[in-house]
């Protein structure tokens, strides 16, 4: 990092310290300590500004500290992180802390992110709506993005670009592992009993029953709200401000029907119809 952002960090560093004594002077240290470190973990374009405003919410509940760092697997300068680096974020996060990211199910995040004083929610996403999710950040609203020429100057048509993401790319110089892949490498959360694994969609559409699975979650893990658990949820619902996101387009269910073409129907079910029907989307390949 150059010398802007290692400033940025330190300053950031110093904030949290300041904001963990505040937060301790204010509800106790021992109300401090007793609370997990919760991560909101999410593949991308899959809800990860969701789960973090969500998590910023529990700030209005107890004795939780928001860091205002950076994903845990990404540098102040957006730089992507290696092994070691995202290891060392998890490993500093302190009681309370909130923070969030994009981990894959392996070692040694796995062993990171589940022991007793941890938190981790990890949110996923249709594949579908997550393949145009990812297509329209790409070409519409990051230009930086690896698949942003690919995208704009190599392929000329939705239906191409999302054939792309649901093959994989690896030529003029994009490279995108397909979707597939993709899944596969997050999929093992699903089998972790200490992590809590929710739907994007659930969080749209059946906010109050999600919010409240996060709450009981929480309660395992070590969290005792001070108030009713209705005025609980309503303070979490409130600060889920989707609009807010620097990323936010849609964001609604079921998005990938008024893109998807019949060729694209069937390169996906031919590629990964059965990601579908494990991760509980479809009950077969007749969609």
Known sequence: MNSYYTTKHYLKLLRWQALRAATSLRWGPHALQSLPAVLGNAMPKSGSHLIIQVLQG????????????????????????PESGILANIRNMRSGDIAYGYIKAKEPFISALTPPGRGTIFVYRDPRDMIVSHVFYATQM?????????????????????????????????????????????????????????????????????????????????????????????????????????????????????????????????QAGGLLVQLGYEKDDQW
């Open 58 to 81: 529990l700030c209005g509940l107890g004795p939780f500290v928001n860091p205002g760092f950076p994903p845990v697997n990404r540098g102040e300068d957006n730089s992507k992180l």
């Open 142 to 270: 990051h230009e930086e993005h690896g698949m942003h020429r690919y995208y704009t100057e190599v392929l000329d048509s939705m239906e191409a670009r999302i054939e792309a993401a649901i093959q994989g790319v690896d030529e003029d110089g994009a490279e995108l592992s397909s979707v597939q892949a993709k899944y596969v490498s997050y999929m093992g959360w699903l089998d972790q009993p200490d992590v809590l694994s929710m739907r994007f969609e659930n969080l749209i559409l059946d906010r109050e029953a999600a919010l409240n699975c996060i709450l009981d979650y929480l309660e395992r893990r070590g969290f005792r709200a001070s108030i009713p658990r209705q005025e609980a949820v309503a303070i979490l619902g409130e600060a889920i401000r989707p609009k807010k996101s620097g990323t936010y387009r849609k964001g609604q269910p079921g998005n990938w029907r008024e893109y998807f073409t019949p060729a694209n129907k069937a390169l996906f079910k031919e």
